[in-house]
């Protein structure tokens, strides 16, 4: 049979074909990736990044010309932030613990000192280890510090009314990985400040309007536009005027403005979105309601997870593993391995939880897209030195990378020995 002709303008195969059968392919082994979770000895972040790096094999092989995180960090940049602010949304939603000091006491401690620990040890590494200079080695900390809530979704708390939320153990991760994301901000901003500026003079203006004003608002207005969208949700429940298979519309909706509205008061959106999601939960709003929102939001995390970690492994070239060096490859085994659980078990020395509980919070710190996010954001704004870009941007990408190997695999099996009975 002779060949078919194409009309004119038309040609058989090419990148777009190859790369639409890719994305079918991925769509598909995402699927059975988070069908089999509970039960798979992975999380499907794992399945996610060895895609992403099979197909860093095929460009490079085929010499396809794809995105480079140093030419196009916004794409990155982007991306990254609103897989995180629909994933604080959802993980806010999944919280219903009073406000009480006695029920966040875990959770400030974590933030209050495990936290700066860890930016402080990134940087006393980053000086010492990869002789970098403070401003670089500031960002190095403060970019690898937070934990992720994305990534850290399979062993925390589960949909609203899931019996997951009576564990402290669960509730703090969760809490945790969602406040941090957007609390470290400030100490990105305050690398920032040191790449750019001489001497200290700047620092009251640091600590006014960047580590209290900008936090502060963060958590007022996302208390405000929690309530506020609680109050609309029950005002349109009895009309009846929005289907439910478009849930999804009104959580991304919502999440945008809180955002949006943060981003234009300078505070910070991260922090705002969380909150917001835990405020509308405390809301009278129906409990089946909450759970429709929670399912939207989380099948908008899932895709917008698979498109960063499917990204990250894209990105990988044959230099970059080169790049962060000798130091730059430790960095991550220093601070998930040493820092992270020796800062949790001091914490936690007289807890009331249970010596699994807290194996548990020191082991889950998972690095993830927050990390991607800042790493992106810096390039973007063209504050790090360009002797220094390559070598952070792939540090922290292998750190990401390492963290969802070493926590995604056997996650659900530790997760079960550590707090099932």
Known sequence: MPPLAFAPGFKAGGTFSVLLVFLGVVLLAAARALTVEEKSLFSASVVYLALGLAAAVVIHALGIRWINPFENPHLIEHLTEFALVVALFASGLTINRSLRWRQWRAVVGLLGLVLPLTIAAGVLYGVGAMALSLGAAVALGAVLAPTDPVLAGTVGLGPPGDSREESDARFNLTAEAALNDGLVSPFVLLAMLILQRRGSGWLGEWTAANLFYGTALAFGLGALAGYTFGAFIKWLQPRHVLAPEFDGFLVIGAVLVVYGLADTLNAYG?????????????????????????????????????????????????????????????????????VRPLGVLLLLTRSTMSRRERIFLAWFGVKGIASLYYISFLIGQHFLPAKDQKQLFWTVAFAVMLSILVHGIGALAITRRLLER
């Open 270 to 338: 991260l922090v705002a979105v969380f909150v917001a999601g835990v405020f509308f939960r405390r809301y009278e709003v129906e409990h089946e309601y909450n759970i429709r929102l929670h399912r939207a939001a989380t099948i908008a995390k899932h895709f917008a997870e698979l498109g960063v970690i499917l990204l990250l492994g894209t990105l990988v070239t044959r230099d970059a593993f080169g790049a962060p060096g000798l130091a730059g490859w430790l960095i991550a085994p220093f601070l998930i391995l040493i």
